[in-house]
T-cell receptor, first 115, second 116 residues
Framework: EAGVTQFPSHSVIEKGQTVTLRCDPI?????LYWYRRVMGKEIKFLLH????????ESGMPNNRFLAERTGGTYSTLKVQPAELEDSGVYFC?????????????FGPGTRLLVL | AQKVTQAQTEISVVEKEDVTLDCVYE???????LFWYKQPPSGELVFLIR??????QNEISGRYSWNFQKSTSSFNFTITASQVVDSAVYFC?????????????FGSGTKLNVKP
């Protein structure tokens, strides 16, 4: 069974540009999460989808970030326009959404560098 | 407040030494889960263990063991007879089962270097 995949693995953009990150969860997982780790700090929650609906977006930094999950399958996270402080590693995770199945399975992350 | 503290930023040991990675958490929720993840150089977060707040039994899996103590709000991770392949960043995470029960709170990670 394929794990969580993320694309691209790395992205280097200039301040003011737009970047779109993609996450494909484990097949059949209703829950999808985005997290971010800024240089050397803790991994922080951004938002949570249940199928195509946003369940919790309390961690989104500001309105330059837009997450979507069309059809409840893959998800995209767009940053527009990117700022220097957006640099970091963006992780996606998924979980089945069943009671007793709270473990989140993470992808390899997308390393974003804004210059 | 929900918080996880991993006070050890980086640890270096020589192969075959035992090493303990500390994790202290804060939560007001009575029901919660605790996790450890390993991040090898390849970057992905690999799930190691999940513990719920009602199960304080320690767990052993091969060279890995976990010590959960609610009295001190700690969930420490010990690697016995460390190997070079154990070199990675290790993250402790808390999942409170209150209102936002699907949100994980991570510590800042402990980088473990195991030298041959």
């Amino acid at each position: 069974e394929a794990g969580v995949t993320q694309f691209p693995s790395h992205s280097v953009i200039e301040k003011g540009q737009t970047v779109t990150l993609r996450c494909d969860p484990i097949s059949g997982h209703d829950n999808l999460y985005w997290y971010r780790r800024v240089m050397g700090k803790e991994i922080k929650f951004l938002l949570h989808f249940v199928k195509e609906s946003k369940q919790d977006e309390s961690g989104m930094p500001n309105n330059r970030f837009l997450a979507e999950r069309t059809g409840g399958t893959y998800s995209t996270l767009k940053v527009q326009p990117a700022e220097l402080e957006d640099s970091g590693v963006y992780f996606c995770a998924s979980s089945p959404g069943l009671a007793g199945e709270e473990t989140q399975y993470f992808g390899p992350g997308t390393r974003l560098l804004v210059l | 407040a929900q918080k996880v503290t991993q006070a050890q930023t980086e640890i270096s040991v020589v192969e075959k030494e035992d090493v303990t990675l500390d994790c202290v958490y804060e939560t007001r929720d009575t029901t919660y889960y605790l996790f450890w993840y390993k991040q090898p150089p390849s970057g992905e977060l690999v799930f190691l263990i999940r513990r719920n707040s009602f199960d304080e039994q320690n767990e052993i899996s091969g060279r890995y063991s976990w010590n959960f103590q609610k009295s001190t709000s700690s969930f420490n991770f010990t690697i016995t007879a460390s190997q070079v392949v154990d070199s990675a960043v290790y993250f402790c995470a808390l999942s409170p089962q209150g209102d936002n029960f699907n949100k994980f709170y991570f510590g800042s990670g402990t980088k473990l270097n195991v030298k041959p």
